[in-house]
């Protein structure tokens, strides 16, 4: 995944030369569009494709949405940062993007200043989408999680090797808990895990076969040592900065 700010006819030729040996390397594009009209600007250069991935969905139009879902373009949002972006820069387009059949996923952006926590990213999703929609395009707890999960795969291109518990796949999981007091008494564990879960809940991680967290505990690293190391290097580039 090769990510890009598409912005001026410098880094569209830059990408022109970029793309040609990205396909030759099997790599994918992400870029992240922060203006008006790019949409158009990539298509006109012949840049859309299957394999490009586009960031924060705000401002786009039906024409473009159109092109999106006939190109097999996937778009990806990132509620937690984009809800905190002024009205004037545009709204996340969920309801229109699917109502256009573009392929979607969500993300996290800027991992360094807001909260990474996923299940979060699930619940400004759901609410703000339920706020400025309604049930006019219904979007229920159990797609969230698809978005969260197999969706994600999917816009990657990595569906055939992860993303949902299939024999044959990755054993990628997370256990949750659900007899906490925060999720109990649980009806409908996508509700549940859209609604209620925390990252304290997760008790068990497995990424690729190998067991990163059980009973709530990483098995694979010094959590104190890593959070000095974030702090000393947090206290060094404040430095830095000051100087």
Do not use: W
Not at 110 to 137: A, E, K, P, S, W
Request: hydrophobic share 45%; charged share 20%.
């Amino acid at each position: 995944m090769i990510r890009t700010h598409c912005v001026g006819i410098f880094r569209l030729k830059l990408l022109a030369r970029s793309g040609r040996k990205l396909g030759l390397l099997g790599c994918r594009l992400r870029c992240i569009l922060l203006a008006p009209v790019l949409i158009m600007l990539l298509e006109k250069n012949g840049f859309l494709g299957a394999d490009v991935q586009l960031v924060h969905p705000l401002l786009t139009t039906a024409e473009e949405r159109k092109i999106l879902h006939a190109r097999g373009v996937s778009y990806s949002m990132s509620p937690v940062g984009e809800s905190q972006r002024p009205a004037s820069a545009g709204v996340i387009q969920l309801a229109e993007l699917l109502e256009a059949g573009v392929k979607v996923s969500m993300s996290i952006d800027l991992t360094g200043t807001y909260n990474v926590d996923f299940f979060q990213c699930m619940r400004f999703l759901y609410h703000l989408h339920r706020h400025r929609v309604g049930n006019r395009i219904p979007l229920t707890a159990k797609r969230l999680v698809q978005l969260a999960t197999l969706d994600g795969a999917v816009d990657l291109g990595i569906a055939n090797r992860t993303g949902s518990l299939t024999p044959g796949k990755r054993a990628d999981l997370i256990l949750v808990r659900t007899g906490d007091i925060n999720m109990a008494p649980m009806a409908d564990p996508y509700e549940a895990l859209v609604n209620l879960a925390q990252p304290r809940n997760v008790d068990t991680v497995i990424a690729d076969g190998r067991v990163l967290q059980r009973g709530g505990q990483f098995t694979r690293l010094d959590y104190q040592e890593v959070l000095r190391e974030a702090i000393d290097a947090g206290k060094a580039l404040r430095a830095r900065g000051a100087g």
